[in-house]
Antibody
Framework: EVQLVESGGGLVQPGGSLRLSCAAS????????MTWVRQAPGKGLEWVSA????????DYADSVKGRFTISRDNSKNTLYLQMNSLRAEDTAIYYC?????????????????WGQGILVTVSS | DIQMTQSPSSLSASVGDRVTITCRASQSISRFLNWYQQKPGKAPKLLIY???SLQSGVPSRFSGSGSGTDFTLTISSLQPEDFATYYCQQSYSTPLTFGGGTKVEIK
């Protein structure tokens, strides 16, 4: 059974940093790209970032480019999101999700398994 | 960036109704369109991928169609457990964008 469990969320001041983790199990982690999607309170889904199975390619939404860094440790089956220079508008539930393929460079991709989400609140 | 526009943003329907949700892309995305269902307080769930392929375990009352810029999600006979918010998402190119969502409520 595929399981994705996020951790590391919480309250942080504007300008601060936070690192999210996503522990994966139930599939061959290194074979699949992984992604982060967020949802501000009462709002829709926003794609944040993705990383290929071997970690060699990363992609970001313009809203987080230069501030967030996605990475993975395939030996630990864990996905990360390092978030720096946080802003109030980064307040959201952050979901990690498994991608259907090893990279996001092909159109035949979708997010087939999701974690339960972790809340990040940026406020003074 | 490719913009995804869903309509309507919300609808009210009764159990047993046929429901259709539309998603339009700002440029052609071939068939690279996915649909997700989200219930309050829960993570999204994949329903349909590559426009019309039903994800394993999803009831056959859900179907998807379309190509190019115009896509639809149809629920043939609405069930109580289908009241939720539905999102389309394009996978043609990064950034991978979602539609604004369609909330399906009980009439």
């Amino acid at each position: 059974e595929v399981q994705l469990v996020e951790s590391g969320g919480g309250l942080v001041q504007p300008g601060g940093s936070l690192r999210l983790s996503c522990a994966a199990s139930g599939f061959t982690f290194s074979t699949y790209a992984m992604t982060w999607v967020r949802q501000a309170p009462g709002k829709g889904l926003e794609w944040v970032s993705a990383i290929s199975g071997n970690g060699g390619r990363t992609d970001y939404a313009d809203s987080v480019k230069g501030r967030f860094t996605i990475s993975r440790d395939n030996s630990k089956n864990t996905l990360y999101l390092q978030m720096n220079s946080l802003r109030a508008e980064d307040t959201a539930i952050y979901y990690c999700a498994k991608v259907s393929r090893t990279t996001v460079t092909t159109g035949y991709i979708y997010f087939d398994y999701w974690g339960q989400g972790i809340l990040v609140t940026v406020s003074s | 960036d490719i913009q995804m526009t869903q309509s309507p943003s919300s609808l009210s329907a009764s159990v047993g109704d046929r429901v259709t949700i539309t998603c339009r892309a700002s440029q052609s995305i071939s068939r690279f369109l996915n649909w997700y269902q989200q219930k309050p307080g829960k993570a999204p769930k994949l329903l349909i991928y590559v426009a019309s392929s039903l994800q394993s375990g999803v009831p056959s009352r859900f179907s998807g169609s379309g190509s190019g810029t115009d896509f639809t999600l149809t629920i043939s006979s609405l069930q109580p457990e289908d009241f939720a918010t539905y999102y389309c998402q394009q996978s043609y190119s990064t950034p991978l964008t979602f539609g604004g969502g369609t909330k399906v409520e009980i009439k």
